[in-house]
């Protein structure tokens, strides 16, 4: 087996002094998709920030390794150059700036000396949009201020397929699309991971019909319950996710 | 995260200063004798003079406003203040003659690049003396007037009479006043009917010694149907003592003209500025203010049109940036005299380290302004926690046909906008330079290119070593 590319071992994670992630380890290599189904609160969410440094998010024990070197001696914009993305499930609107420029600005920080040539930038941006289905005119619009849903999301995807990460971790990407929408993103996401590694939070099986997930995690109070291959997901769509429950802890999250 | 304190000496660019080669020099101190002597020395003709006086009179009489920053206000000591300084022989309009010392300080601050690319005319000022003046041959064939003021007075005296204190008279306040007794340098500027002047004309004013005081005067007409783009900008260095920058700019936009007036105040963080800016709009004239107060110590200044005209517009477009030991106490003034008259005012401010921005703005609708249309919109954005904004809009609308919108905004920099950009790549401080550039992109568009660029550079410069 290869180096992971990332590895996370026995963490616990606190947000405004909440113990939410408690004792979670796992590991990701180049060419998987992880995907990670769980419940509101079960900590998916709070596992993405925390990998990509939010600064709310505190990892308070255990250890994260990214590329052999421990995550923590990286700020969030090092995290990023480095190849790591995060896809929010709430994207900020950031008012005034162009797309654009934006996604141009962003390409040569994250990318830096390998970053396309202006010209060559401009040709990606236009096969990446088309391939998302997103007009010429997106590009003049301001950071996802008066986006929709929908776009907000295409808006990530674009970032993603520009930014060509190592690690792009999808928080949600699918919450909220319609299915032509979510083929779409589903399609931009099995494309990236054909050269790095996807971990892909989503509440529902129906994402997964379009990827073919290399493991699947139920997490369940800020742990994994169980790990599996893409027949999980369907079990967990059929069942949900009492059964997975560690006894007498129920009542707790309900 | 590490503490990175630096002093707003150190973020200024502007800060260098030449040595000071003055060929005149008068002490310190303001007296009527003072008065006499600058008008003296220009060898003005008397109704100049007696303007002058009585001007100085009332400035010794008027109180100083008890609104604004009175601490500050009260801060300033007239006496310690030089009110003329010339340190060339005259006005060149070869680059070339121009005195090594003040060449060197233009050369510093890129004019005479700016000049041969996209600009159809410039003044220099350099203290209390316009040093540089040119102006492109089509103009001057097409018979468009650009002068520094002295030379105005001297070569169109009877426009000058007409027209001088006619928008701005100098009782209007203490600091129009002040203008009108010791004025020097400042824009003349006349454009025929008709004549659309394409390529921007500047104006940069330069503060170089210390204690100064920098009174220039602007008198911009544009007749009927013709149009331009006036655009200045001010740099001092930056010294331990204050110096003070009061001018007075008055415009006349005859029927169906349009003048656009653009500033980029720089003054580092030492100097007063106070300045009385009012513009005059007949029928279907239109006048724009585009306003961008970075530097100075305190600024007050609030560019206002008075709709005289039938179907005569205003636009107002501010932005204001107050850091350590600053408060930009900005806004508009809008008077709706005639029918159908329309008015857009856009304010935008930024507070951080501490500093103080506050929009201060009067709309008037008078009773016989039947069917006017109002928009006020004042955005403020704070950077952190110990920096402040106030607005304080009055709106006097004696009629019940107008339509008058007014939106206020205050916000703050949310650490979740931070980390949506921070992992795209961007460092706190790129992040945060951003987001600024963003807040004030309705002003940056309004500007010609060149400025935009540099304005947003010097944001983002702003930006750095501020993030504690």
């Not at chain 1, 929408?181 to 991971?193: C, E, F, M, P, Y």
């Not at chain 2, 800060?15 to 000071?20: I, K, L, W």
């Not at chain 2, 329309?342 to 201060?360: A, F, M, V």
Request: contains cysteine; proline residues 3%.
């Amino acid at each position: 087996m290869s180096v992971p590319l990332l590895s996370i071992e026995d963490i616990h994670v606190e947000v405004d002094g909440n113990h939410v992630i408690k004792g979670l380890s796992m590991e990701m290599r180049k060419g998987e998709i992880h995907a990670i189904m769980g419940r509101n609160g079960a900590g998916k969410s709070t596992l993405a920030h925390a990998l990509m440094g939010h600064p709310d998010y505190e990892i308070t024990s255990g250890s994260v390794r990214y590329l052999g070197r421990p995550l923590e001696e990286l700020e969030v914009w090092e995290r990023a150059r480095a190849g790591m993305f995060l896809s929010f499930q709430y994207p900020q609107a950031i008012p005034g700036v162009q797309v654009g420029t934006f996604l141009r600005k962003s390409v040569q920080a994250v990318r830096g000396d390998e970053a396309p040539s202006n010209k060559e930038l401009r040709k990606q941006m236009k096969e990446a949009m088309a391939a998302l289905g997103v007009d010429r005119s997106f590009l003049a619009r301001y950071v996802n201020d008066g986006f929709s849903g929908g776009e907000k999301k295409r808006l990530e995807i674009l970032q993603m397929l520009l930014l060509s990460p190592q690690l792009a971790i999808l928080d949600e990407t699918d919450s909220g699309l319609d299915i032509d929408t979510l083929r779409t993103v589903a399609t931009g996401i099995n494309s990236v991971a054909e050269n790095s590694c996807c971990l892909v939070i989503t509440h529902y099986q129906r994402l997964l019909d379009h990827l073919k997930p290399t493991y699947v995690h139920v997490m369940i109070d800020g742990a994994i319950a169980k790990v599996g291959g893409p027949e999980l997901a369907l079990e967990v769509e059929e069942k949900g996710y009492d059964w997975l429950q560690p006894a007498g802890t129920a009542e707790v999250l309900s | 995260m590490k503490e990175q304190a630096r002093d707003a000496v150190g973020d200024y660019r502007y800060g260098f200063h030449d040595s000071e080669n003055a060929t005149i020099r008068f002490d310190s101190g303001l007296s009527e004798q003072v008065v006499r002597d600058i008008s003296a020395i220009k060898k003005e003709p008397q109704w100049m003079t007696d303007i002058r006086v009585k001007a100085y009179h009332h400035f010794i009489e008027r109180p100083m406003p008890d609104w604004g920053n009175s601490e500050m206000l009260n801060g300033i000591n007239f006496d310690n203040i030089c009110y003329y300084l010339k340190s060339s022989a005259g006005t060149e309009k070869s680059w070339e003659e121009v005195p090594d010392e003040i060449k060197r300080t233009f050369d510093r601050l890129g004019i005479p690049d700016a000049e041969q690319k996209w600009l159809g005319g410039v003044t220099a000022q350099y203290e209390s003396e316009a040093v540089y003046h040119s102006i492109r041959d089509d103009l001057e064939e097409q018979g468009v007037i650009f002068l520094d003021m002295d030379s105005g007075l001297r070569e169109y005296e009877d426009l000058v009479k007409q027209y001088f204190g006619s928008v701005v008279p100098y009782s209007d306040n203490k600091f129009s006043a002040l203008n009108t007794a010791v004025w020097s340098g400042g824009s003349f500027l006349v454009i025929p009917e008709g004549v659309h002047v394409e390529m921007p004309v500047q104006a940069y004013f330069r503060i170089n010694a210390k204690n100064m005081g920098q009174f220039e005067r602007t008198l911009i007409i544009a007749k009927a149907g013709s149009s331009i783009h006036y655009v200045e900008g001010c740099t001092a260095p930056t010294y331990s003592t204050e110096s003070l920058h009061s001018a007075v700019v008055e415009l006349i936009a005859e029927e169906g003209s349009h003048i656009r007036y653009s500033t980029i105040q720089n003054w580092s963080a030492n100097v007063y500025n106070l300045v009385t800016k009012r513009g005059i709009a007949y029928k279907n004239a239109s006048i724009e203010w585009v306003d961008g107060n970075l530097g100075s110590k305190l600024t007050m200044k609030y560019p206002a049109v008075i709709l005289k005209g039938e179907g005569a517009h205003a636009d107002i477009i501010s932005v204001a940036y107050s850091g350590e030991g600053q408060h930009q106490d900005a806004g508009s003034k809008v008077h709706h005299l005639a029918p159908r008259t329309t008015s857009r005012i856009l304010s935008k401010s930024i507070s951080k380290n501490g500093g103080r921005s506050s929009y201060r703005g009067m709309v008037q609708v008078s009773p016989k302004a039947h069917g006017c249309k109002v928009s006020v919109v004042c955005d403020a954005l704070l950077l952190d926690a110990d920096s402040r904004s106030d607005t304080y809009p009055t709106m006097e609308v004696a009629n019940n046909s107008c339509s008058v919108e007014h939106e206020a905004s205050v916000s703050k920099v949310s650490g979740d906008q931070l980390f949506y950009l921070m992992s795209r790549g961007h460092t706190e401080e790129e992040a945060m330079g951003m987001i600024v550039n963003g807040f004030f992109e309705p002003f940056t568009r309004e500007l010609p290119m060149e400025y935009a660029v540099e304005l947003n550079r010097l944001l983002e410069m702003e930006m750095e070593g501020s993030i504690g």
